[in-house]
């Protein structure tokens, strides 16, 4: 069946929670917290495909809409992790659905201090089962850089496989450099619906607001 994204169940309000992690959308007021987790911190930035914010306030403006795009074309969530157990943001992590419709590209950063402590691995379960089970997705998929170990192990993890087909497109050395010694290249994850199941017992919380099509 053709996938018609201005059929697809759009998002008003969500807040999941795993084990670990705590993930809702994003507001300016998260910025205080996360703008020194990223703000010239190459280790996190070097894996992405944004330098950081320049200032404070270029934060908080991004933050303002944590939906973004149009719903006849497909929409772009972002969100805050927190750690499940209260505190400060850590990171953000979002879905996008303004590529191939159907399929949910999704991105992710945590500040180097919160690294290692299992917040991604439950964040990237958490998308995956709003995009599968509510957010009609045939598809979710990831872009991450050959060297980002770390990335690879959370997708492999929730069950992504590697796509070996796929190529990245020639502005991939515009867009990124890897370390002295390292060849740079792009990998695709995949994780298709039919391989998906939900990890028992999760999400611990779901609440998830919806306006369906009413067509
Ligand atoms: C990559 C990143 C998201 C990992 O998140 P995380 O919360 O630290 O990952 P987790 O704690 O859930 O760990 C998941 C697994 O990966 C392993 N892992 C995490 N970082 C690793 C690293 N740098 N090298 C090797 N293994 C690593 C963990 O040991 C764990 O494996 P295990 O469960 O088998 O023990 C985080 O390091 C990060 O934000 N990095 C900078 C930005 C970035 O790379 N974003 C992704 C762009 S594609």
Redesign the pocket.
């Known amino acids: 069946m053709k996938f018609d994204p201005s059929q697809q169940p759009e998002l008003q309000y969500m807040r999941l929670l795993g084990p670990?992690a705590d993930v809702r959308p994003i507001v300016p007021a998260d910025a205080a917290a996360l703008f020194p987790l990223v703000h010239r911190q190459t280790?996190?930035?070097?894996?992405?495909v944004w330098n950081g914010p320049k200032d404070l306030a270029e934060l908080e403006a991004g933050y303002a809409n944590w939906r973004r795009g149009e719903r006849e074309t497909g929409r772009d969530y972002m969100f805050v992790i927190r750690p499940a157990a209260g505190g400060d943001p850590v990171?953000g992590c979002g879905i996008r659905f303004s590529r191939t419709p159907g399929v949910g590209n999704i991105?992710?950063?945590?500040?180097?201090a919160?690294?290692?402590?299992?917040?991604?691995?439950?964040?990237?379960a958490l998308l995956c089962w709003l995009g599968f089970e509510r957010l009609g997705a045939q598809r979710m998929e990831?872009?991450?850089?050959g060297h980002?170990?770390?990335?690879?192990?959370?997708l492999e993890?929730n069950g992504f496989v590697r796509d070996a087909g796929w190529q990245p497109d020639a502005e991939l050395h515009d867009r990124h450099a890897a370390p002295e010694g390292v060849e740079l290249c792009e990998l695709r994850f995949v994780l298709e619906r039919t391989d998906w199941s939900p990890r028992p017992g999760f999400p611990v919380v779901a609440e998830v607001l919806l306006t369906e099509d009413e067509a």
Do not use: F, I, P
């Open positions: 670990c280790a996190v930035t070097d894996m992405l990171g991105g992710y950063w945590l500040g180097e919160h690294w290692g402590k299992g917040y991604m691995s439950d964040a990237v990831a872009l991450c850089l980002n170990v770390g990335s690879q192990r959370v993890k």
